[in-house]
Structure formats: C-alpha cells, structure tokens
C-alpha cells in the first residue's frame, strides 16, 4: 500500500465533479421517515434509502465515478476488484454501461444473490477464501493476468469522491441535521460522508456504526492507528474488510465516534425495519439503527440521518429464520 504521501486525498471539489459525471448512471435515492422509529428512539430520523440505488447499494456511486472517469486507453483493459458483494455487482454495473469487462474476485462464502447479481451485469468472477490475505493474494493473480484498472472497494480516491456525492444529496433534502450515522467496514461511505459534511455541513456530527464481532474500526478509533482483522465472522457481511490508509485518514480526522451492537441486535433491527417500513435493507444496514437503538442517549432530541447503504439481500438465508 502506498504512503500517504504519494496517495491523492480527494477534495470537495472532486465529489461535485463525480456528481456530474455519474448522474446519468444513478438513481437521486428518496429519503424516508418512521414516527414509530421516533417515537421508539426519542430522535428525529431520516433514512437516506441507497438500497433503491442502481445495482442496491451506494457503491454503485463510486464505482461509476471511477469506470466514467478512465481514458479509453485505459479503460480498454477493463477494471478489476475484489469485494465481498456490493462493490463487486456496483462495479459490474458501471462497467456493463460503458461497454468494458469487470474482474470480481470474490469470497467463495458471499451472499449467492450477490454472485447473481455480479454475473447478471456481466462481470467475471473468481473465487478466494474468506480472508483478506486470500482475497488480495488472488486478486494480484488476476490483475497480472488481465492488466485491467484495479478499482479499490473503498481506499481509492475516485472512489470516495463518489460515495461523497450520496451525503451531498442528503444535505440537500434534509435541512438542520444534527448528525449523519452510516455503517463502517473498510470505510469507503464514512469517508465520503466525512470529505462531504466537513465542507458544506461541519457542525454536523458523523458517527460510524459497526459489528462487535467485526470491530476493527472501532479498536482502530480509540487505539489512535489501524488495527485489522484478516476474517471476522457477522452476520453484516458487507462489513468485514479492514480500514486502509485513506480511508483512516477521513476516519481519524472527523468521525465523533464509533458505535458497536452485537450479532442479534443487528438481526433485530433487520427485521424490525422490514416490518415497520416495508423497505428490504441488508443486515448491514441495519448495524446503524441497531447502534440507535442500544445508544438511545446519544441521540434522542436530536435530527439524525441514518444511510441505508444498500438491500442486496439472499432471500433464501434471512438471518431470522431458524435452520
């Protein structure tokens, strides 16, 4: 990985060119409300719905800022990455619009509605073990083979940029918010909501939301420096990658704080935003209202945004139903 030194940091200037660039190519997501969530949390909560996003899930943002911004030397070769779903299908999406192959490395346990979807947009997938060792030593096996643009899953300039463009919206439709919430894996949303809130909006506080079986980011916050796990086990799938140089750069610079819930408070704020708001979100997702939930105090009296990243869900293996 390189030094930060030799690493762009993406400004604000470049989320409102992703934002122009990327327009054509993805949905302006609604924001939703829940007197029942208010009235349950004692806060003011608007959800910021990307699981109606292109492709299910804001990374389709990022990665149609990275496809859309490559010279056609470049993109020639296609574009290559790893991801454990959503970043994978996002940018076999964006790769199917201009035309140009997308290599997906992906663990061999990731969701099958996520692999479907990956082939359905086109992409070519190889499968790693369920690590990040492995996933990056078949990655680099891959990109040697193909000479494809390899576009990060999060630690990519182009791509935080974009998923900055997703806060940038939700400060227009939501006026006087006190804080954003967001889930956090390898912190590719945390960091652009971060690049975005500290420039058009820095009173608003930015909180991360994260597993306590995959707390990396968490310890990393409060030990003052990265600390990464290679394969921890949730049922938040989406968020079991470790945070990189850039993205720990946004994170230590302007996160509040992180906030953890266990394994069966994210299932259960799962299943209890199905039933009261009739929305499909990933348990992923779920990780900030479960964090809500369990940190009640933080919150209450307060206009928070919640980002629902995305509701690529396997239907066949809801974490709620018995085996």
Not at 54 to 72: E, H, Q, W, Y
Not at 164 to 185: N, Y
Not at 245 to 262: E, G, K, M
Not at 267 to 286: F, P
Request: hydrophobic content about 40%; glycine content about 8%; charged content about 20%.
């Amino acid at each position: 990985m390189k030094d930060m030194t030799d690493m762009y940091i993406p400004t604000y200037d470049d989320v409102v060119a992703a934002h122009a660039r990327i327009a054509p190519h993805i949905h302006r997501t609604p924001v939703l409300t829940s007197s029942y969530f208010n009235d349950l949390t004692g806060a003011e909560l608007f959800f910021k719905c990307e699981n109606f996003q292109k492709a299910g899930a804001f990374k389709v943002r990022g990665a149609s800022n990275a496809v859309f911004g490559l010279s056609d030397e470049m993109a020639a070769k296609g574009v290559a990455t790893h991801s454990s779903g959503n970043h994978a299908l996002s940018l076999s999406y964006a790769a199917g619009r201009r035309g140009i192959p997308c290599h997906v490395v992906m663990p061999r346990t990731a969701p099958q509605a996520k692999k479907d979807a990956v082939r359905g947009y086109g992409g070519i997938i190889t499968e790693c073990e369920p690590s990040t060792t492995s996933r990056e030593e078949v990655f680099a096996r891959v990109q040697a083979e193909t000479g494809a643009e390899f576009v990060h899953p999060y630690n990519d300039p182009r791509v935080i940029a974009g998923q900055g463009t997703c806060s940038r919206e939700f400060m227009e439709q939501v006026k006087g918010l006190d804080a954003v919430i967001a889930p956090i894996g390898g912190g590719g949303m945390i960091s652009g909501t971060c690049l975005t809130l500290s420039n058009i909006a820095p009173q608003v506080q930015i909180y991360a939301a994260e597993p306590e079986q995959a707390d990396d980011a968490y310890r990393s916050f409060k030990a003052g420096h990265i600390i990464a796990d290679d394969a921890p086990v949730t049922v938040a799938d989406g968020l079991k990658v470790p945070l990189k140089d850039l993205t720990w750069h946004f994170v230590s610079h302007h996160v509040t704080d992180i906030l953890t819930a266990s394994e069966q408070e994210i299932i259960d704020a799962m299943k209890l935003t199905w039933q009261r708001m009739k929305i499909v979100i990933e348990a992923s997702c779920a990780v900030p209202m479960a964090t809500i939930l369990k940190n009640k105090d933080v919150f209450a009296g307060k206009r928070v945004g919640v980002i629902i990243t995305g509701g690529n869900v396997d239907m066949d293996t809801l974490p709620w139903i018995k085996k």
